[in-house]
């Protein structure tokens, strides 16, 4: 993301490579930084307390038996072994996949790859949904609680996050490199493995932790489309703490998934510092035409893959949403205002859609104001400890914030659990990093003349900020915005511990139409996720149309 | 660079952008807060708005005529808050105990009462009707002064007779047949961690097997092919032959065979079902009112009249349980539903103690 970014930003500004320097950051902003973290800080850290007091003082007892149980092992083996298998299978058919796109131009070649992003904007319960109504018990195999299925659901996932970090590392590579190997007696495909392979490598590698991390943490495919009987150390906290009320076990098993979440961190950070320095790019058009049949029948194999993958699952709520006694009909979508008795909801799925845009509007609004404030600190300290904390609920995961925030809440001297606020808090909490990561590359790229030349001018901090830096980083503001809110609309792991029965969001609201499969809720439940596969899609292409570069909206991680 | 006009727009849109939001927001939360204060005095006036919100599980489906009657009797009208399975219902409570989500919860059961009881989550309360209801269905101690016997059912696997006679087949008629290879991969049961029957009958196999010999059961059950499944629903809409699946043994109530019927609209003279009798499970469900109801008066009238004889009378057709005042049946109810006469049980002190730690070894030969 970043050399990416970088590169086109420098272009724009006709300037060298930035020089960073260390400045001083505005007490506003550290102020902001502190706050955020705290934010952040409490929650895990009532998490983990209740881990270690179980019964309000200090014991071992949740500790020892969690830890005791041979189950426990049994999960996180499979929770490893799911998501490294999910990642193998993702990087397969993705590095190919990004491959075909950097190289070849195509017809509709920006169709197929936004429909390749498509998936990775959409709430997972949505894709979950898709996905159920392909594999559950009204599709065309029931499928749940297999394997295979969650793995092709979160290859439909995380499909975007391959083919955009690899397929901007690979439309960087300089093509002089590969032809020089090629005039020296390289095949084709010694080429690509001598000279392709390894420029490319650490933007896999980078690629394949996040889709592990992310994979890692799965929670809305899994709630969906595991059947009960399939179940990783994320489920396994909600189980616990939604279903046995063994909160405090809940909170170990967090404590064990944090150490994971923060070793795989690591391991990223590891990798993205060397991505950063080993890479030489290119600025000119790296793709052409196919010509031969072979270079065809790999466009057409790529293209295949994207429409199975990510076009057919979308397809098919749209065509559950219409399908009715076996006809084609719009009831289902006339039915969205109107609660349907015995569907486990108590208000009509309209009023949830409506609540989960006021909200997810609020949660976004507050992350990029926050969001913006923290990356200007950041990027005036480069390497600092903020830069890791503010990235840290990208990988913590959704369900222990969730839980942390509702001990946080229950806790005197406030009781905020019947608040509206809480929810909206805990998704802008999400969103931050987002914005953060959208945001920081455009500010550390700008060169440091351009707020030297508005000081020199007499311009103040504030103005040089709004009129300098504002509008330099606006493309990347507008980007951070659009991801906070459909994080926002689709946020579901913190969301369903917080959120009250009588005011669910659309995402929660589709979880519980959907787990009574003898009730009516099934054909609200497909034409809800319609309604916000148009929400995010439409989110994705104004967000593409206003910010992104030829590239179209920067996901690489 | 970008002229300066452009960069108040944008900061003024952003402003705006913001402001629109939070009054939207804001008037979106207004009403809640609205309600929360000014309907506290609950005088004859005030009382044409009035609403008392019901928590309970998903499955359950107020009798419409009844909640009527209610409304006539005391101006105020039900408004029923879903959250979930039995267990999830009550973890939800639970964790929201002290700001409650509701005014009154139904459908606590005998299996998980004693959870509800540990935590501050019900304020005490006697109704008149008490004295009306058998003393075997209350509860003794302190459980019995926060929660309310409503109704009563039994779980009990239910045969679907018409499949094995189709495949000429001998049905099994003891509990202990289950885990017989000829009934390999025909059961459907409920995992007792998220949902109720599940949980009554896993302590119907200890009260049947013994603490000893419950976990052996299981695993020849498990060896059988068992199928476990989150909820009810889940087990019987989509498993169950009779509804369209592929398991002709499912974990279900002594009272579906009549619900078969009823919701056959006609099709249906005769259940394809029967109860396996040995396997049945006694189950009670109580109601109680939550701590820091908003409308305490409210609740208790709800949970008077829930005892009334217009609400025991249209129990059995809204949620095919049996009512706990003596009231008369509905004929389907008299003709097709059997009841064990002397269903499993087990001493409450006794789940009150291992419930968590039976559910905890199950877990862990189960999944």
């Known amino acids: ?557 | 660079m970008r002229i300066p006009g452009s960069n108040r727009s944008l900061l003024w849109s952003c402003c705006a952008a913001s402001v629109l939001s939070l009054a939207l927001f804001a008037a979106s939360c207004s009403p809640d807060h609205s309600d929360s204060v000014a309907t506290r005095p609950a005088g004859k006036d005030s009382v044409s708005a009035a609403e008392v919100t019901l928590v309970t599980y998903d499955a359950f489906a107020v009798p419409k005529e009844a909640a009527a009657e209610f409304k006539k009797l005391t101006g105020a009208s039900i408004k029923v808050v879903a959250t979930g399975d039995t267990g999830t219902m009550l973890t939800k409570a639970l964790l929201s105990a002290g700001a409650p989500e509701g005014d009154v919860i139904f459908g606590i059961d005998n299996t998980l009462a004693t959870r509800a009881v540990s935590e501050n989550l019900l304020a005490p309360f006697q109704p008149v009707g008490l004295a009306k209801i058998p003393r075997s269905l209350r509860l003794a101690g302190k459980a019995g002064e926060l929660l309310v016997p409503i109704d009563t059912g039994d779980v009990c696997i239910n045969i679907d007779q018409e499949w094995f006679a189709g495949k000429g087949i001998e049905a099994p008629t003891r509990m202990n047949q289950l885990t017989d290879p000829a009934y390999r991969d025909l059961l459907v049961i409920e995992s007792p961690v998220t949902s109720s029957p599940g949980l009554a009958f896993l302590i119907g196999t200890i009260a049947r097997q013994g603490e000893r010999g419950w976990q052996e059961y299981w695993q020849q059950l498990k060896d059988n092919g068992v199928r476990v499944r989150p909820s009810w629903d889940d087990a019987y809409y989509s498993d169950y032959t009779v509804s369209g699946g592929d398991r002709p043994l499912v974990l279900s109530y002594a009272s579906s065979p009549p619900a078969e019927v009823v919701f056959s609209e006609g099709k249906r003279t005769q259940p394809a079902s029967t109860v396996l009798l040995d396997s049945c499970v006694a189950q009670v469900e109580y109601a109680g009112i939550l701590d820091g109801a908003r409308e305490p008066e409210l609740a208790q009238k709800l949970v008077e009249f829930m005892l009334s004889p217009a609400w025991q009378k249209a129990l059995p057709l809204s949620n095919y349980v049996f009512p706990v005042i003596d009231v008369p049946l509905p004929e389907v109810f008299q003709k097709f539903a059997s009841r064990a006469k002397d269903p499993l049980t087990l001493d409450p002190d006794l789940i009150s103690a291992q419930r968590d730690v039976w559910i905890e070894q199950w877990r862990e030969k189960m999944e």
């Open chain 1, 1 to 557: 993301m970043r050399s990416l970014t970088e590169q086109g930003r420098g272009v724009r500004l006709g300037a060298e490579p930035p020089v960073r320097t260390r400045r001083r950051a505005s007490p506003l902003g550290v102020f902001v930084v502190g706050a955020v973290f705290v934010m952040i800080a409490l929650p895990i850290a009532a998490v983990l307390l209740r881990a270690v007091q179980p019964d309000g003082v200090w014991g071992t007892e949740a500790v020892t038996r969690i830890l005791g149980s041979p189950r426990t092992w049994r999960l996180i083996a499979v929770t490893v072994a799911q998501a490294l298998a999910s990642c193998t299978l993702t990087i397969a058919v993705g590095v190919p996949v990004a491959w075909v796109f950097s190289r070849f131009r195509f017809p509709a070649r920006s169709f197929f790859r936004a429909l390749a992003t498509v998936p990775f904007v959409l709430p997972s319960v949505v894709i979950g949904a898709a996905f159920a109504s392909l594999l559950g018990p009204q599709g065309l195999v029931d499928a749940r609680g297999t394997w295979w299925a969650i793995l092709v659901a979160q290859l439909c996932f995380n499909l975007a996050v391959v083919v955009r970090t690899v397929g901007a590392a690979l439309s960087g590579l300089d093509p002089s490199q590969e032809a020089a190997a090629r005039m020296l007696g390289d095949s084709p495909f010694q080429a690509a493995r001598r000279v392709v392979l390894p420029a490319v490598l650490p933007a896999i590698s980078a690629a394949a932790v996040v889709v592990f991390l992310f994979c890692f943490t799965s929670f809305g495919v899994i709630v969906m489309l595991g059947g009960g009987s399939v179940t990783t150390v994320e489920v396994e906290i909600w189980t616990r703490a939604t279903r046995q009320f063994d909160i405090s076990g809940a909170a170990v098993l967090c404590a064990i998934q944090l150490v994971a979440v923060l070793a795989t961190l690591s391991i990223h950070a590891r990798i993205s510092r060397k991505r950063s320095t080993s890479f030489s790019v290119t600025l000119q058009r790296t793709d052409r035409m196919p010509r031969t049949l072979w270079e065809w029948s790999a466009v057409g194999a790529a293209v295949t893959v994207v429409i199975i993958v990510c076009g057919l699952p979308i397809a098919a709520l749209f065509e559950r949403s219409l399908e009715v006694n076996g006809g084609i009909g719009f009831e289902h979508w006339q039915r969205l205002g109107s609660a349907a008795e015995g569907t486990g909801l108590s208000i009509d799925p309209l009023s949830a859609m409506l609540n989960s845009l006021l909200i997810a509007t609020a949660a976004s609004v507050a992350a990029v104001f926050l969001g913006v404030a923290s990356a200007r600190v950041i990027a005036h300290r480069p390497g600092g400890s903020a830069d890791r904390i503010l990235l840290l609920p990208v990988g913590v995961s959704a369900t222990t914030l969730g839980l942390g925030f509702l001990l946080l809440a229950g806790r005197p001297p406030f009781d905020l659990r019947g608040s509206l606020w809480l929810v909206p808090v805990a998704q802008a909490l999400v969103a931050i990093p987002l914005v953060v990561r959208s945001v920081l590359p455009a500010l550390q790229s700008l060169p440091p003349s351009l707020d030297e030349a508005g000081q020199l001018l007499g311009v103040t901090a504030q103005g040089r900020f709004w009129r300098i830096e504002l509008p330099a980083i606006r493309p990347a503001v507008i980007a951070g915005a659009g991801l906070a809110f459909v994080a926002c609309l689709g946020e579901f792991g913190a969301t369903v511990f917080l959120v009250r029965a009588a005011r669910p969001t659309a995402p929660v609201a589709i979880e519980r139409l959907l787990s009574r499969p003898g009730g009516a809720g099934f054909g609200q439940a497909m034409a809800l996720s319609c309604i916000l596969v148009l929400f995010c899609a439409t989110v994705l292409l104004l967000v593409d149309w206003f910010a992104a570069g030829d590239q179209g909206l920067d996901l690489s991680f």
